[in-house]
């Protein structure tokens, strides 16, 4: 495909997949894991395999060059297996995760669980808004700040999901991904390229909406299965002046220990 079939064909992707493809998964995750494998982590798959596909012109969907209608058939014609690759590529990582989890879990005291209950269900009543102001930064950001907030972001394995999420899926934003992983640009160079970028994501979000502190946060670090305070940790920032993790730094939990530091 060339560039206006592509810009074509994830419009309609949004369209006509996104929906079939989101109860597909939903209905494996269900079947499949007792609803316990995230749904949008098995769609964040999914996208990233349409667009490998699509960059590689590769079977069993773009291998014959089809036209972005004739693509888009295909992908509704098989969302469920799509969802069940999804649920194979996944399961390993889940299931081990899970089992952690559940070993974590049998070793609280009943307050501890109690509380670690109240805290879920605030991230889930949070989280339409955290989705909300992701997609005002699909829609404000530029293609090139687009570019440089996915291809610059700390976790070198999580930049296509974030390219994904952001709508970065041009063959330069996927080279530069490339070029910063790769060690073909200099760290200090990607430092000041991720704290420009996420400055500006900061000044879309407070412009757009009024959202609370912490969310501010969470949508610049981009990892909703994160807490904010544990997405901005460790935050490298090369010794800018004004460097963004400084800027949205989640308050300390109760309780914790901040080695005599001012907030």
């Not at 888009?72 to 098989?78: A, G, P, S, W």
């Not at 974590?104 to 109690?114: E, K, T």
Request: hydrophobic share 35%; glycine share 6%.
């Amino acid at each position: 495909m060339n560039t206006q079939d592509e810009s074509k064909f994830w419009d309609l992707y949004e369209r006509d997949v996104r929906e079939l493809i989101e109860r597909a998964c939903l209905h494996t995750s269900r079947t499949l894991t007792d609803s316990t494998m995230d749904i949008d982590d098995m769609i964040a798959w999914i996208d990233t395999k349409v667009w490998r596909m699509l960059s590689n012109s590769s079977y069993p969907t773009f291998h014959d060059a089809p036209s972005p209608e004739q693509a888009i058939d295909r992908l509704k014609t098989h969302a469920s297996t799509l969802s069940r690759w999804a649920y194979l590529g996944l399961c390993r990582k889940h299931f081990r995760q899970l089992n952690h989890r559940n070993e974590f879990i049998n070793g609280l005291s009943q307050s501890q669980r109690l509380a670690m209950t109240s805290a879920v269900d605030t991230k889930i009543e949070d989280r339409a808004e955290m989705d909300e102001a992701i997609g005002s930064l699909r829609s404000a950001l530029s293609a090139k700040e687009k570019q440089n907030l996915a291809a610059s972001y700390i976790d070198k394995a999580d930049r296509q999901r974030i390219a994904m999420v952001l709508g970065a899926t041009r063959r330069e934003d996927d080279r530069m991904i490339t070029k910063t992983s790769g060690g073909g640009m200099n760290e200090n160079t990607v430092q000041q390229m991720r704290s420009r970028a996420r400055k500006r994501a900061a000044e879309i979000l407070r412009n757009a909406r009024k959202l609370p502190f912490y969310l501010i946060a969470s949508v610049l670090i981009l990892t909703i299965s994160l807490s904010p305070s544990q997405a901005v940790a460790g935050e490298q920032t090369g010794g800018r002046k004004g460097s963004m993790s400084a800027q949205v730094q989640a308050p300390p939990t109760p309780g914790e220990q901040t080695g005599g530091r001012r907030p």
